[in-house]
Protein backbone atom coordinates (compact mmCIF):
# COMPACT_ATOMS: atom_id res chain seq x y z
CA UNK A 1 0.00 0.00 0.00
CA UNK A 2 0.83 3.44 -0.10
CA UNK A 3 2.96 5.48 2.92
CA UNK A 4 4.52 8.37 3.31
CA UNK A 5 8.03 8.19 5.76
CA UNK A 6 8.99 11.84 6.86
CA UNK A 7 11.79 13.06 9.18
CA UNK A 8 11.13 13.19 13.06
CA UNK A 9 11.25 15.73 15.00
CA UNK A 10 11.19 17.88 16.45
CA UNK A 11 12.96 20.64 15.12
CA UNK A 12 14.09 23.78 16.02
CA UNK A 13 15.49 26.70 14.51
CA UNK A 14 16.58 30.69 15.00
CA UNK A 15 14.97 32.99 12.82
CA UNK A 16 16.19 33.29 8.46
CA UNK A 17 18.00 29.84 9.20
CA UNK A 18 17.74 27.25 6.94
CA UNK A 19 14.72 24.24 6.83
CA UNK A 20 14.80 21.22 4.92
CA UNK A 21 12.02 18.59 5.99
CA UNK A 22 12.63 15.46 4.33
CA UNK A 23 9.93 12.94 2.74
CA UNK A 24 9.87 9.85 1.26
CA UNK A 25 7.08 8.04 -0.34
CA UNK A 26 5.99 4.68 -1.40
CA UNK A 27 3.26 3.90 -4.05
CA UNK A 28 2.87 2.26 -7.23
CA UNK A 29 1.78 4.57 -10.52
CA UNK A 30 2.13 8.12 -10.14
CA UNK A 31 0.82 9.79 -7.11
CA UNK A 32 0.30 13.10 -6.56
CA UNK A 33 2.35 15.09 -3.41
CA UNK A 34 1.59 17.32 -0.84
CA UNK A 35 2.44 19.70 2.02
CA UNK A 36 -0.07 20.17 4.86
CA UNK A 37 0.67 22.74 7.50
CA UNK A 38 -1.04 22.87 10.87
CA UNK A 39 -0.85 25.96 12.94
CA UNK A 40 -1.47 25.88 17.02
CA UNK A 41 -4.95 24.87 17.51
CA UNK A 42 -6.08 25.02 13.91
CA UNK A 43 -6.79 22.27 11.38
CA UNK A 44 -4.30 21.54 8.21
CA UNK A 45 -4.24 23.29 5.73
CA UNK A 46 -3.22 22.97 1.74
CA UNK A 47 0.56 24.33 1.88
CA UNK A 48 2.23 23.35 -1.45
CA UNK A 49 1.02 20.27 -3.74
CA UNK A 50 3.07 19.06 -7.29
CA UNK A 51 1.27 16.50 -9.74
CA UNK A 52 3.72 15.01 -11.60
CA UNK A 53 7.70 13.89 -11.65
CA UNK A 54 9.94 17.20 -11.45
CA UNK A 55 7.19 19.09 -10.57
CA UNK A 56 8.29 21.95 -7.88
CA UNK A 57 4.92 23.65 -5.45
CA UNK A 58 5.57 26.28 -4.11
CA UNK A 59 4.35 29.13 -1.49
CA UNK A 60 4.79 31.34 0.45
CA UNK A 61 8.46 30.87 0.22
CA UNK A 62 8.19 27.19 0.85
CA UNK A 63 9.32 25.06 -2.09
CA UNK A 64 9.38 20.97 -2.56
CA UNK A 65 10.21 19.04 -5.52
CA UNK A 66 8.55 15.54 -6.73
CA UNK A 67 11.67 13.76 -7.15
CA UNK A 68 10.24 9.75 -8.87
CA UNK A 69 13.82 8.43 -8.93
CA UNK A 70 14.54 8.93 -5.51
CA UNK A 71 10.53 8.71 -4.28
CA UNK A 72 10.88 12.35 -2.00
CA UNK A 73 9.28 15.63 -1.80
CA UNK A 74 11.56 17.54 0.71
CA UNK A 75 10.12 20.29 1.94
CA UNK A 76 12.32 23.74 2.08
CA UNK A 77 12.47 27.52 2.80
CA UNK A 78 15.36 29.81 2.50
CA UNK A 79 15.18 31.48 5.57
CA UNK A 80 12.10 30.95 8.05
CA UNK A 81 10.19 33.21 10.19
CA UNK A 82 8.71 32.57 14.07
CA UNK A 83 5.24 32.33 12.53
CA UNK A 84 6.19 29.47 10.12
CA UNK A 85 5.98 27.54 13.85
CA UNK A 86 4.33 24.60 13.22
CA UNK A 87 3.33 20.84 12.20
CA UNK A 88 4.63 19.79 8.58
CA UNK A 89 2.97 17.28 6.85
CA UNK A 90 3.36 15.21 3.96
CA UNK A 91 0.94 13.43 1.89
CA UNK A 92 0.23 11.43 -1.10
CA UNK A 93 -2.69 10.69 -3.39
CA UNK A 94 -2.41 7.42 -4.81
CA UNK A 95 -3.23 7.29 -8.77
CA UNK A 96 -5.52 4.32 -8.14
CA UNK A 97 -9.32 4.41 -8.06
CA UNK A 98 -9.24 6.12 -4.85
CA UNK A 99 -7.86 9.08 -5.53
CA UNK A 100 -10.14 11.10 -3.19
CA UNK A 101 -8.12 9.93 0.04
CA UNK A 102 -5.38 10.85 1.12
CA UNK A 103 -2.21 9.36 2.77
CA UNK A 104 -0.23 11.53 5.82
CA UNK A 105 3.09 11.29 7.25
CA UNK A 106 3.20 11.51 11.23
CA UNK A 107 4.22 15.03 11.13
CA UNK A 108 7.41 17.13 11.75
CA UNK A 109 6.90 20.07 14.28
CA UNK A 110 8.75 22.83 13.49
CA UNK A 111 9.67 25.87 16.21
CA UNK A 112 11.64 28.72 15.10
CA UNK A 113 13.17 31.16 17.40
CA UNK A 114 13.82 34.53 17.26
CA UNK B 1 -18.48 30.96 4.45
CA UNK B 2 -17.73 29.45 7.22
CA UNK B 3 -15.89 26.51 5.75
CA UNK B 4 -16.01 23.42 7.35
CA UNK B 5 -17.42 23.84 11.30
CA UNK B 6 -17.23 21.12 14.16
CA UNK B 7 -18.63 20.81 17.43
CA UNK B 8 -18.19 20.28 19.88
CA UNK B 9 -15.02 21.90 20.25
CA UNK B 10 -14.05 19.54 23.86
CA UNK B 11 -15.90 16.88 25.42
CA UNK B 12 -15.19 14.74 28.30
CA UNK B 13 -16.22 11.15 28.17
CA UNK B 14 -16.76 8.68 30.82
CA UNK B 15 -15.80 5.14 29.17
CA UNK B 16 -18.96 3.75 27.91
CA UNK B 17 -20.94 6.84 27.67
CA UNK B 18 -21.72 7.46 23.74
CA UNK B 19 -21.83 10.87 21.91
CA UNK B 20 -21.95 12.80 18.32
CA UNK B 21 -19.47 14.83 16.91
CA UNK B 22 -20.90 16.83 14.39
CA UNK B 23 -19.13 18.32 10.74
CA UNK B 24 -20.84 20.42 8.64
CA UNK B 25 -19.16 22.03 5.38
CA UNK B 26 -20.96 25.10 3.77
CA UNK B 27 -18.82 24.41 0.21
CA UNK B 28 -20.94 21.96 -1.42
CA UNK B 29 -18.41 19.59 -0.98
CA UNK B 30 -19.35 15.86 -2.14
CA UNK B 31 -16.51 14.05 -0.14
CA UNK B 32 -15.64 14.15 3.28
CA UNK B 33 -13.54 12.79 5.88
CA UNK B 34 -13.09 11.97 9.68
CA UNK B 35 -9.37 11.56 10.93
CA UNK B 36 -8.16 11.21 14.33
CA UNK B 37 -4.65 12.68 15.59
CA UNK B 38 -2.90 10.95 18.01
CA UNK B 39 1.06 12.52 19.13
CA UNK B 40 3.43 10.30 16.81
CA UNK B 41 1.03 9.10 14.22
CA UNK B 42 -0.13 11.98 12.26
CA UNK B 43 -3.98 11.51 10.61
CA UNK B 44 -5.14 8.31 10.43
CA UNK B 45 -8.74 7.90 8.86
CA UNK B 46 -11.56 6.67 10.64
CA UNK B 47 -14.72 6.75 7.75
CA UNK B 48 -14.81 8.90 4.72
CA UNK B 49 -18.33 9.30 2.75
CA UNK B 50 -18.21 10.03 -1.46
CA UNK B 51 -21.41 11.20 -1.50
CA UNK B 52 -24.73 11.78 0.60
CA UNK B 53 -26.12 8.77 1.63
CA UNK B 54 -22.85 7.28 1.36
CA UNK B 55 -19.85 5.78 3.67
CA UNK B 56 -17.12 3.72 3.63
CA UNK B 57 -14.51 2.42 6.15
CA UNK B 58 -10.50 4.00 6.82
CA UNK B 59 -8.02 2.77 8.51
CA UNK B 60 -9.09 2.84 11.56
CA UNK B 61 -12.93 1.66 11.79
CA UNK B 62 -13.25 0.37 14.70
CA UNK B 63 -15.47 1.84 17.12
CA UNK B 64 -17.08 4.04 15.37
CA UNK B 65 -20.21 4.97 12.83
CA UNK B 66 -20.88 7.40 10.89
CA UNK B 67 -23.82 8.94 8.51
CA UNK B 68 -24.39 11.38 5.64
CA UNK B 69 -28.02 11.90 5.70
CA UNK B 70 -27.26 15.05 4.06
CA UNK B 71 -24.59 16.52 1.72
CA UNK B 72 -23.59 19.23 3.96
CA UNK B 73 -23.29 17.64 7.24
CA UNK B 74 -21.07 13.71 8.31
CA UNK B 75 -21.53 12.69 12.01
CA UNK B 76 -19.04 10.34 13.69
CA UNK B 77 -20.74 8.12 16.33
CA UNK B 78 -19.04 6.73 19.68
CA UNK B 79 -21.53 4.01 20.86
CA UNK B 80 -19.51 3.34 24.16
CA UNK B 81 -16.65 5.21 24.60
CA UNK B 82 -13.15 3.75 25.08
CA UNK B 83 -9.76 5.69 26.49
CA UNK B 84 -7.68 4.32 23.58
CA UNK B 85 -10.34 7.03 21.53
CA UNK B 86 -9.07 9.82 23.38
CA UNK B 87 -7.92 11.86 20.54
CA UNK B 88 -8.20 15.03 18.29
CA UNK B 89 -11.06 14.29 16.00
CA UNK B 90 -10.18 16.29 12.57
CA UNK B 91 -13.32 16.57 9.90
CA UNK B 92 -12.20 17.54 6.52
CA UNK B 93 -14.21 17.78 3.20
CA UNK B 94 -13.00 18.24 -0.81
CA UNK B 95 -14.85 19.05 -3.99
CA UNK B 96 -15.29 16.38 -6.77
CA UNK B 97 -12.92 18.22 -9.33
CA UNK B 98 -9.97 18.85 -6.56
CA UNK B 99 -10.27 16.13 -4.39
CA UNK B 100 -6.81 16.31 -2.91
CA UNK B 101 -7.46 19.80 -1.67
CA UNK B 102 -9.16 18.61 1.52
CA UNK B 103 -10.36 21.73 3.46
CA UNK B 104 -9.94 20.71 7.84
CA UNK B 105 -12.07 21.73 10.27
CA UNK B 106 -10.56 23.09 13.68
CA UNK B 107 -10.96 19.88 15.35
CA UNK B 108 -12.63 18.05 18.17
CA UNK B 109 -10.53 17.69 21.60
CA UNK B 110 -12.07 13.94 23.08
CA UNK B 111 -11.17 12.69 26.25
CA UNK B 112 -12.45 9.59 27.78
CA UNK B 113 -12.06 8.93 31.20
Known amino acids: GNSVTQMEGPVTLSEEAFLTINCTYTATGYPSLFWYVQYPGEGLQLLLK?????DKGSNKGFEATYRKETTSFHLEKGSVQVSDSAVYFCALRGSGGSNYKLTFGKGTLLTVNP | NAGVTQTPKFRVLKTGQSMTLLCAQDMNHEYMYWYRQDPGMGLRLIHYSVGEGTTAKGEVPDGYNVSRLKKQNFLLGLESAAPSQTSVYFC????????????FGPGTRLLVL
Open chain 1, 50 to 54: ATKAD
Open chain 2, 92 to 103: ASSPVGNPETQY
